[in-house]
């Protein structure tokens, strides 16, 4: 548990396979994330990104091929080999999937549900509130997610996947829906939170500006594979008519 | 078109059975969700009170004065308590108070999860650690299975109170001999039948209602179609349920 900086490789992903009766959609898909950093994973709408990072998480069961979070084949873990990686692991989902019937307070506590016995009053109120100050909503402790705007509750669902200190994020379309200038606010709240943390995030996006300033790395899904991966600068100098469409 | 009618209640059947048996294999498996379940005994049990209390009062009310004619025509009326305390008891007050409850409580139950589903809250829940169908269906289906039985009775007391008005509209009868009359009516065996298969009402309004939201299909419309499906369902199974007691009990000798 406390080895974090002696991983290198801390997620790959070979060889996967997903489909929904005739539908493939993940079609020998391989990835590898290191620690550290960030990796755009870009794609089309209904290309299989949220199938992708809910296949990482354990949320679905690939077809086949490998899956491997800290070294551990996430794909043939039992359901409490699953919940310890995925106390290091945060989710952060495209409708961001806050509890409506909780306040914020009660939505940032739920992950912490899993330490409940160990953990302190204290310990869990300093954790709520450390991670409502990263996000900068530290007024709306007590309000509900119904009273909050589309980038407030964003930021919120930031906090909540942010509390256990995770070492990788997953990222679901963080700025989709979003305007402009709030979308690049959250980029940057991605860009700070790697910073502090030195986490590593895999983003899905297909926003230019998250690409440009939160990712180091790009990999675009197309048909169900990886089809090009690389930084910023060489995939968008390439000549592949395909590719050329994502960075226009 | 009949073929997959058929199709679609069998599949539909063998998923709901899928369903009970998961949540029996969950449910003998310790470590419970008690704040929610607590919580939840009180949103369902509180806040169905009110409806299950008007509902109960008018029924024991109309009932009364429906009948006293006829009683009346036939000399029995100090008979009355005793048929209307019966009727209650056995057969309206479980049967009305399980409808009224699958209408609030199962419609409730099945658009809540069902929008927990569609927007992803489920996935989220699985996802921190927290196992969703221990802390949202065992703790709801737990509830309801508790607190219906207890809202029958309440609902059964008020309903006879208000059958004790009725007969005092036109007429005058204490409250003791009121009660003295359906005391000497009701036997343990009128009783216990009809409180045993109140928590089966409960059990079925709970689990069909839990079923129904988790196995929501996405978009909004999905989520009506969960909380309207559910209370449809589950009155029918009430009445299903409500057929197969009176069997029983007239096997075993009780009716
Ligand atoms: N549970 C499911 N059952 C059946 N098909 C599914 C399921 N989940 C996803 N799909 C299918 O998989 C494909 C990819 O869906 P996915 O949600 O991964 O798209 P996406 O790349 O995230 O798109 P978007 O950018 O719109 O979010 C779609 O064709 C969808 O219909
Ligand atoms: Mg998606």
């Known amino acids: 548990m406390n080895e974090k900086t002696d991983h290198k490789v801390v997620l790959s992903i070979e060889h996967l396979y997903k489909s929904f009766g005739e539908n493939k959609v993940l079609n020998d ?64 989902f495209q409708g961001n999937a806050l509890y409506d019937s909780m306040t914020v307070k009660e939505n940032l506590e739920f992950p912490l549900r899993r330490h409940w016995i160990k953990m302190s009053k204290e310990k869990t109120n300093e954790l709520v509130n450390q991670a409502l100050e990263d996000v900068g909503l530290a ?34 379309e963080p700025t989709t829906g979003l305007d402009p200038i709030t979308g690049k606010e959250i980029v940057q709240l991605m860009v700070d939170i790697k910073n502090k943390y030195n986490t590593a995030s895999l983003i899905i996006s297909h926003d230019m500006n998250c690409v440009k300033l939160a990712g180091d790395k790009v990999a675009v899904l197309i048909d169900g594979k990886c089809y090009a991966f690389g930084n910023y600068e060489t995939l968008s100098k390439t000549t592949d008519v395909q590719l050329k469409r994502y960075f226009e | 078109m009949r073929d997959k009618a058929v199709k679609y209640f069998l599949l539909e059947a063998g998923n709901l059975s899928a369903f009970t048996g998961k949540f029996f294999s969950k449910w003998f498996k310790p470590n419970y969700e008690t704040s929610e379940f607590l919580k939840q005994c009180y949103v369902i049990g509180v806040g169905s009170l009110p409806l299950v209390g008007l509902t109960g009062f008018i029924m024991g009310l109309v009932l009364t004065m429906q009948l006293r004619p006829f009683m009346i025509d036939y000399g029995v009326e100090s008979q009355l308590p005793a048929i209307v305390g019966i009727a209650i008891v056995r057969e309206i007050g479980p049967v009305i108070t399980a409808l009224i409850f699958a209408g609030k409580i199962g419609s409730s139950i099945g658009a809540e999860l069902g929008s927990m589903k569609v927007t992803e809250q489920i996935d989220a829940m ?130």
């Open chain 1, 139 to 172: 007024q709306t402790l007590n309000m509900m997610p119904a009273e909050l705007s589309g980038g407030m509750r964003k930021r919120i669902a930031m906090a909540r996947t942010l509390i256990l200190k995770p070492e990788i994020i997953l990222y679901d």
């Open chain 2, 126 to 255: 699985e996802v921190s650690g927290t196992n969703p169908f221990k802390y949202l269906v065992i703790s709801r289906v737990m509830a309801t299975t508790l607190m219906l039985p207890i809202l029958i009775i309440i609902g059964d007391a008020i309903s006879i109170y208000g059958s004790y008005l009725g007969i005092n509209i036109k007429g005058n009868t204490s409250l003791q001999f009121f009660w003295s009359q359906l005391y000497d009516s009701l036997e343990f065996r009128d009783v216990l039948p009809a409180f045993i298969k109140t928590y089966f009402f409960g059990f079925a309004i709970g689990i069909i209602g839990c079923f129904k939201g988790y196995n929501s299909n996405k978009g909004t419309e999905g989520v009506g179609k969960s909380a309207n499906s559910a209370v449809v369902l589950s009155s029918v199974a009430v009445f299903i349920l409500d057929l197969l007691a009176v069997q029983i009990t007239d096997l075993m000798g009780f009716n």
């Open chain 1, 29 to 92: 898909f391989n990835l590898v994330l290191n620690s550290g950093e960030n990796v755009v994973v870009l794609g089309k709408s209904g290309s299989g990104k949220s199938v992708l990072i809910k296949c990482i998480i354990g949320l679905l069961k690939p077809d086949s091929g490998s899956i491997k979070v800290f070294d551990e084949e996430i794909t043939v873990l039992s359901n409490s080999g699953l919940d310890k990686i995925r106390e290091r692991v945060g989710f952060l």
